[in-house]
Nanobody
């Protein structure tokens, strides 16, 4: 069992930056592929970014490519999402999630992630 706890959300202005953190319990964090998802008001949950177990490979939603960076520190059981140049359309609840196995071709599918955090709200004012 893995418990995930996100933090770092808040209310910011367009163009600002935020860094989300997700801390995992347990001693097997390094064996999980990690993802960030978001759900905006009235929208379905969508993939934002994913990272492999060692951090060598990363994948992004096209609309955040170049603005967001996913990273992880396995020694600290933590995955991060650095968000720069934020836009109002980035407003959402952001969730981190963990999955075992699989490959990059399926990292965008939320149904393949076994463990989820409670989410952290990000609001970008125009």
């Amino acid at each position: 069992q893995v418990q995930l706890v996100e933090s770092g959300g808040g209310l910011v202005q367009t163009g600002d930056s935020l860094r989300l953190s997700c801390v995992a319990s347990g001693r097997t964090f390094s064996s999980y592929r990690m993802g960030w998802f978001r759900q905006g008001p009235g929208k379905e949950r969508e993939f934002v970014a994913a990272i492999t177990t060692g951090g060598a490979f990363k994948m992004y939603l096209e609309s955040v490519q170049g603005r967001f960076t996913i990273s992880r520190d396995n020694a600290k059981n933590t995955v991060y999402l650095q968000m720069n140049s934020l836009k109002p359309e980035d407003t959402a609840v952001y969730y981190c999630a963990a999955r075992i196995g699989g490959g990059s071709s399926s990292d965008r599918d939320p149904t393949l992630y076994k463990f989820w955090g409670q989410g952290t709200q990000v609001t970008v004012a125009s």
